[in-house]
């Protein structure tokens, strides 16, 4: 067995043949391959873009070879050649007009082993005409079904790419080619036909390229070529509890400090295991960490580097350097220890007899059943990884004695004397250091301080999501997902767990909160929000870029001083929203509703105060009160100018986008119209899984001025609530008709004797075309009793598959087709929900759990998400259109009166008493109803709803939510 040191001496090559297999089928990326996959052949002309870049590349690649030596036999190809192996296969002879070269070696053979093995994650589907796109409009899917249009103009984007840099190839031309191939072959698909027209390009070339250089890499390592059919490779998990380390801080800083110390971590790791020993390649990445494509050995964490170090110490040393800027003093050391884990066996992917038994007639195996074996990736996943810190390292770094760090809770305070001030060890402070120094100099047009974030009534909101991919990512809801579906066959044929499969399902929700974080806050807020410039007379003694408070009377100003620098002189910028403090000031409504106006009040106010009037500002830390005896830091200054900021800004402040955690600081009076928008979006894209993939929205709203841990601490144990399964019922079903929806009854746990709710659910059941019949992804969980059959005609539309019951537990099921549903039928899901609270003091985060069925100790919250829509109704619609003082009226009468019936109500009879039902009713319909829209005038179905909101308390946190949180 060689060390380590064989993979780095031939690391030039094994890099090459990696690239070699991210593009080996690049002509897929080509408009000339798509109209021959959509039968447009006729529309190709015999000299293309493609015929002039395959020829290019023979000519440009022609005198470069991958070459290695094994066990004493040296083995080269030329690339140009491996390159185009795949094209006869492929449609492509017919564009170019003559067979293109091939080769014929083990170089070759490995290759065309790589790729069929890869076809675990391309399985194959009917062949049918429906599943063909056209031409002009191919789209490719996401993991979830939901579709979008491939780019135009491929061939040329193919052209573009950096081909030469395959010559002398290295790893510094790696990771440019890399980048530039990620982002057009993720816009290409790998396959036109649905439903696996959910593979993208750069996840099937990323797969073939890591089995390829780690069978490579094996060879090496072992010393011997084994033939193509004894290749197996293994996977390698890189993992640590990254969420509970990222959140398991107070402040902001500190917890994107952390998040990046991990992304620095794990990414030191890939260059370890793809660049310095290129042994394997990253597959798999979460917040949790990484997993890599291997070769299959058994000692392999153990096999040592020329120094004597195994692979298992190295890859442990590279993420404890994980740092800030490339400083070695903020490294994580031994502040969370990485859990390294190696499959227990080997893989082999697709059988390595797939030809001979399915397509070769003449084979003595065709016929034969097949023996894929695949990569146990889900309970990798799945699991808890087992990382803590190592003490040991804590430790051997400690010279002095104090009290351990506030911030990581392992190292003492200080040593020095701003950390031990603010009750944090050097390395803790000093990853705090700079942000505000970077927020002026770099990015004026976000913002780091929540003072900016509050509105113009002095508050702000965490605005949080969740998606629930437990039962994804174990590989329990693959099964109610299709090949070939139960529509269309009598053998079905469901979607693989495959290691890119399932990289797709956490990348495609993460982007869905990326884009959250990108596009929401425009569309909602706008990016209008004004700043002011403050010069002053004089050299103050002030730090550099801290924030300070301006007393202007009936408010404080936040303001941060920018020292000198580039010779400009020092000065102040505003670090709240103007409009807050224009409203404090005495602005009328029409004055600061608008950002620029706002502005303009406050720099016409401070002009006035300072310079026309010649007072002298009291300025003071941010930290400090001035009513107890601290220091004016600008005594003996005066303000010389105002100047209005001409650069804009958006009032939010981004902290995670990942699948289990999106948190998102914005103003409290854009929370519910962000709220309606992400809700809008994920109806639009997750809508024909959305009883199996569950979204939670919740919201804390907050003063300015509440301490972020309060926050973080409350957002925290409302992302806390597990989802739930439950039993609705379906009440209509007219997806057979072109509406596309169902109508669900759901019973209302609390209003047992009363109708139960009604909500619509819009189920796609045509592709992203509107034609092709969706018959692979939009299916339900149907509930039966013991010996209880379903009312249908139809024999081939049911499957059974395992519903999870817990965390653990799970049951079988029927699995039904949305359209085939029949009124009355149960059906089993994970509804989404949605949440607020207020915290109006620092305790109320306290009072914020959930007990075992995910109910709150008010009994209202969760609401479903669907309630969403029904609230903005409600009022918006009607309880709107009454007076702020009959609103309140309203609701104080209501739960004053359930007080005085049923005490506490703590059995919440007041739910089911009909007394109490029809004084709510008598009671809203003797509010003081303005003329344009009187009680008799309100639709029967709208006046029920909020009778009932009414008796079960949702209109008390209606009005509380819109009148006294919001301040509408």
């Keep these: 067995m060689n060390n380590l040191d064989i993979l780095s001496k031939n690391r030039n090559n094994l890099l090459l043949a990696e690239a070699i297999g991210w593009l080996h089928d690049y002509f897929k990326c080509s408009d000339e391959h798509l109209l021959f996959e959509t039968n447009n052949e006729a529309k190709v002309k015999s000299k ?42 492929a449609g492509i002879n017919k564009i170019f007009g003559k067979p293109v070269k091939k080769d014929n070696n083990d170089f070759i053979e490995y290759l065309s082993r790589c790729h069929y093995t890869a076809h675990f994650d391309k399985q194959e589907p009917l062949k049918d005409p429906r599943r063909i796109q056209t031409y002009s409009g191919i789209r490719i899917s996401s993991p979830f079904g939901f579709e979008r249009n491939v780019p135009t103009n491929l061939t040329k984007k193919l052209k573009s790419l950096p081909w030469n840099y395959l010559i002398n190839y290295c790893p510094k031309k790696r990771e440019i080619l890399r980048r530039e191939i990620e982002e057009l072959f993720s816009c290409a698909i790998a396959d036109t036909r649905r439903p696996i027209n959910e593979v993208d390009l750069w996840s099937w070339g990323l797969l073939v390229g890591s089995l390829y250089k780690s ?3 094996g060879d090496l390592l072992k010393g011997e070529i084994l033939p193509k059919e004894k290749l197996k490779w293994r996977l390698l998990s890189v993992r640590v509890k990254g ?30 295991l793809e660049v310095e020993y ?34 298992r110490e190295l890859i442990t040393t590279e993420f404890k350097r994980g740092t800030l800027k490339n400083d070695s003093k903020l490294q994580i050391g031994g502040e969370i220890k990485p859990d390294i884990q190696l499959e227990d066996e080997g893989w082999w992917g697709q059988d390595p007899e797939f030809r001979e038994k399915t397509q070769w007639e003449k084979s003595k195996k065709y016929g034969q059943p097949l023996d894929d074996k695949l990569p146990k990736i889900c309970p990798i996943i799945s699991s808890t990884p087992m990382s803590k810190p190592d003490l040991d390292v804590i430790e051997d770094n400690q010279q002095w004695k104090a009290d351990v760090c506030t911030v990581c809770g392992l190292r003492q305070q200080g040593p020095s004397k701003k950390s031990a001030e603010r009750s944090m060890c050097n390395i803790c402070e000093k990853r705090r250091s700079n942000r505000s120094k970077e927020w002026v100099t770099e990015q004026p047009e976000k913002t780091i301080w929540t003072e900016e974030v509050a509105d113009a009534n002095g508050r702000l909101a965490l605005l949080m999501g969740q998606f629930d991919l437990t039962h994804w990512l174990d590989g329990t809801f693959l099964e109610t997902i299709f090949v070939i579906s139960p529509k269309e066959s009598n053998d079905v044929v469901t979607k693989t767990a495959s290691p890119s499969r399932l990289r797709r399902m956490w990348e495609t929700t993460r982007l869905f909160w990326q884009e959250v974080q990108k596009d929401i806050p425009a569309e909602a807020i706008g990016n209008e929000f004004s700043r002011l410039k403050i010069c002053i007379d004089g050299k103050p003694d002030l730090g550099d870029f801290h924030v300070y408070s301006l007393a202007l009377g ?27 403090i224009a409203h404090q000031l005495g602005a009328k409504e029409l004055e600061y509703s608008k950002p620029s106006d706002a502005a303009w009040y406050v720099k016409n106010y401070l002009e006035k105060l300072f310079i026309q009037e010649k007072q002298s500002p009291i300025l003071s830390s941010a930290e400090e009160d001035l009513s107890q005896g601290k220091q004016n830091l600008l005594e003996g200054n005066y303000i010389t100018e105002i100047i209005y900021q001409e650069d804009k ?27 309606h928008l992400i809700k809008n979006k994920y109806e639009r894209e997750m809508a024909k899984v959305r009883d199996r993939l569950p979204i939670k ?84 969980s149907v509930e039966l009793k013991e010996g209880e059959k379903r009312n249908s005609t139809l024999s081939n539309q049911e499957i059974k598959a395992k519903m999870p019951l817990g965390q653990a537990e799970k049951e079988d099921c029927q699995i039904v087709y949305a359209a085939d549903l029949n009124p009355g039928e149960r059906i089993n899901l994970l509804p989404s929900i949605f949440d607020f609270e207020f915290l109006d003091t620092n305790a109320r985060r306290f009072e914020l759990y959930y007990d075992q069925e995910g109910r709150r100790p008010c009994a209202t919250k969760p609401y479903y998400l669907e309630d969403i829509d029904r609230f903005f109704v409600m009022w918006h619609g009607y309880l709107k259109h009454l007076s702020k003082t009959q609103c309140k009226q ?51 179905y709208w006046q029920r709803e909020l009778i009932r909101a009414g008796v079960c308390g949702e209109l008390t946190d209606l009005v509380e939510l819109h009148l006294e949180i919001l301040k509408e």
């Design 48 to 89: 293309t873009d493609l015929v002039n870049l395959i020829i290019s590349n023979e000519n440009l690649l022609k005198n470069t070879t991958l070459s290695f030596q094994i066990d004493g036999k040296t083995i080269s190809s030329k690339i140009n050649l491996m390159l185009h192996n795949f094209f006869s296969s």
């Design 278 to 311: 290129p042994l394997g390649s990253e597959i798999y990445r979460d917040e949790n960490g990484s997993i890599y494509v291997v070769p299959d050995l058994d000692n392999l964490l153990e096999i040592c580097d020329a120094q004597g170090y195994s692979l």
């Design 243 to 272: 969420l509970e380390y990222m959140l398991g801080v107070t402040r902001i800083p500190d917890l994107l400090a952390r998040k990046r110390l991990l992304e620095d971590g794990f990414d030191r790791v890939k260059k370890l």
């Design 890 to 940: 309203l609701v104080t009468t209501i739960e004053t009166v359930r007080e005085q019936w049923f005490g506490q109500d703590d059995k919440r009879i007041s739910l089911n008493d009909e007394v109490f039902f029809q004084f709510v009713a008598d009671t809203l319909a003797g509010a003081f109803w303005p003329e344009e829209i009187k009680w008799n005038d309100i639709p029967e």
């Design 649 to 675: 800004y958006t009032p939010v402040i981004p902290i995670l986008a990942e699948p289990s955690t999106f948190m998102m600081l914005v103003p409290a009076d854009k929370s519910l119209q962000m709220t």
């Design 554 to 580: 009936p408010t404080e100003l936040d303001i941060v001083w920018v020292p000198s620098q580039d010779k400009t002189t020092g000065y102040f910028i505003t670090a709240a929203n103007l409009s807050y």
């Design 215 to 217: 069978a490579l890499a």
């Design 697 to 780: 929205l919740g919201i804390i709203y907050a003063e300015r001025r509440m301490p972020i841990r309060s926050i973080l601490d409350a957002g925290r144990a409302m992302l806390s609530r597990v989802f739930t399964l439950e039993t609705w019922q379906v009440k209509e079903n007219d997806l057979k008709s072109t509406s596309e929806e169902i109508k669900f009854s759901i019973k209302n746990k609390q209003l047992l004797k009363q109708k139960d709710s009604t909500f619509v659910w819009g189920i796609p059941t045509k592709m992203g075309d509107k034609i092709t019949d969706d018959y692979w992804y939009p299916y339900f």
